[in-house]
């Protein structure tokens, strides 16, 4: 079935500095979601992607839809102590009628120094 | 404010005991769904249910079971059966539109734990 790799797996910066992660797969996507999990908390949904090529920003944010439609990038820029959490790409599974079944990658867990 | 509601926050079930855990969502979504969390790995869905009186089957449904009578709640019941339950428990929902029903709205999770 689809997988998806994230990487890192972990990450431990200091306050103000900038953060890449990346999610790959071996099959394609037609779209990919990037979640952040705080703590004891579900996840919430912070960047969509529905084109390859697309590069969407929200805030400090900003996720890119690899141009191999098998990949996807998140970068956080002047990161922040509230940044801390999970963060995890997923996608919708090909095929079927219920999009909200999604595979999701193993997370990326952020640690921020102050 | 809409949302999604999970209770309890904490669940601690004992050996050959079923638990229940709760999940309402007034956002008005057709479709919910049920997700556990293991530490350092993905979500992984259990069951899901797209209308009132249907569910299907996830990719780890064993030892668990569902129900769908109204369109606002989607009780997920851990049996006796589940030999490993301890998890983070997410419950779903997506909205109905083409353009958004990916978009899955969760609640804050029940962490169930055995005794």
């Known amino acids: 079935g689809q997988q998806l790799n994230q990487s890192p797996q972990s990450m431990f910066i200091q306050e103000g500095e900038d953060v890449s992660m990346n999610c790959t797969s071996s099959?394609?996507?037609?779209?990919w979601l990037w979640y952040k999990q705080d703590p004891g908390e579900g996840p919430v949904l912070l960047i969509a992607?529905?084109?390859?090529?697309e590069l969407t920003s929200n805030g400090r944010l900003t996720a890119q839809f690899g141009i191999t439609r098998k990949d996807s990038f998140l970068n956080i820029s002047a990161s922040i102590p509230s940044d801390v959490g999970i963060y995890f790409c997923?996608?919708?599974?090909?095929?079927?009628?219920?999009?909200?079944?999604?595979?999701f990658g193993q997370g990326t867990i952020l640690t921020v120094h102050p | 404010d809409g949302g999604i509601t999970q209770s309890p926050k904490y669940l601690f079930r004992k050996e050959g005991q079923n638990v229940t855990l709760s999940c309402e969502q007034n956002?008005?979504?057709?479709?919910m769904y049920w997700y556990r969390q293991d530490p350092g790995q993905g979500l992984r869905l259990i069951y899901y249910?797209?209308?009132?009186?249907?569910?299907q089957k996830g990719d780890i449904a064993e030892g668990y079971s569902v129900s769908r009578e109204k369109k606002e709640s989607f009780p997920l019941t851990v049996t006796s059966a589940q030999k490993n339950p301890t998890a983070f428990y997410l419950c779903?929902?997506?909205?109905?539109?083409?353009?958004?029903?990916?978009?899955?709205?969760f609640g804050s999770g029940t962490q169930l734990s055995v005794l």
């Open positions: 779903a929902s997506t909205p109905p539109t083409p353009s958004g029903n990916e978009k899955l709205f």
């Open positions: 099959s394609i996507f037609n779209t």
């Open positions: 992607l529905y084109k390859a090529g």
């Open positions: 997923a996608g919708p599974r090909a095929g079927g009628t219920s999009y909200g079944k999604l595979t």
């Open positions: 956002l008005n979504h057709d479709a």
């Open positions: 249910s797209q209308i009132v009186n249907d569910f």
